[in-house]
């Protein structure tokens, strides 16, 4: 079973706009939670990451993610949005367990932020 | 400090051929990660050493895949012999100390694809 969701496979917003890219997961327990951007031509790149504390986390390149434990969502939100953010970007859980270090990722967001 | 590298970035090789890729992990960490991004899906995990050791290769497709970390230092992920599904992105990832909660730091992958 998928543990983590990515509903929207493009989002495209116009520079300046705010820019939320959603994730759900479905572990049970307390999960810990990660973002990742892909620009083209690179390696994923760590964005920010949720295990514990206040439920607003804030990260690299002025994003920020919001982790909702009654609607099982971490979605990652920008308030404006610039073209150099276009990029593809990943969720991912690392599920419970205490042998298990493994990343679980969705299938991933292709963000285009248009000028 | 230098990121996680990965060698070749690209390889095109033909079926039936062997393809070794190279992942040198960010210096002090002991852990080291494999996954493989294949068709756009998601991100699925293959193997994970703690130095040399292989401390969960759960997600190893088959006996066609040997990953080895000898002196626990770079490790080499050999495909033999490659098949048409074994084409996508294979990506390392290391971390310094081992938990659920540690940020994997990820290089750029390397892009296979047999044809």
């Known amino acids: 079973a998928q543990s983590v969701a990515q509903p929207e496979d493009q989002v495209n917003v116009a520079e300046g706009n705010p820019l939320t890219v959603k994730c759900t997961y479905s572990v049970s327990g307390n999960p810990y939670l990660f973002w990742y951007v892909q620009y083209p031509n690179r390696g994923l790149q760590f964005l920010l990451k949720y295990i514990t504390g206040d439920n607003l986390v804030k990260g690299s390149y002025g994003f920020e993610a919001e982790f909702n434990k009654s609607q099982t969502s971490f979605h990652l939100k920008k308030p404006s949005a610039l073209v150099s953010d276009s990029a593809l970007y990943f969720c991912a859980v690392s599920p419970p367990g205490s042998n298990d270090y493994k990343l679980s990722f969705g299938a991933g967001t292709t963000v285009t932020v248009r000028a | 400090e230098a990121g996680v590298t990965q060698f070749p970035s690209h390889s095109v090789i033909e079926k039936g051929q062997t393809v070794t890729l190279r992942c040198d992990p960010i210096s002090g960490h002991d852990n080291l990660y494999w996954y493989r991004r294949v068709m756009g899906k998601e991100i699925k995990f293959l193997l994970h050493f703690v130095k040399e050791s292989k401390q969960d290769e759960s997600g190893m497709p088959n006996n066609r895949f040997l990953a080895e970390r000898t002196g626990g230092t770079y490790s080499t992920l050999k495909v033999q012999p490659a098949e048409l599904e074994d084409s996508g992105v294979y990506f390392c990832?290391?971390?310094?100390?081992?938990?659920?909660?540690?940020?994997?730091?990820f290089g750029p992958g390397t892009r296979l694809l047999v044809l």
């Open positions: 990832a290391s971390s310094r100390e081992l938990g659920r909660q540690e940020t994997q730091y």
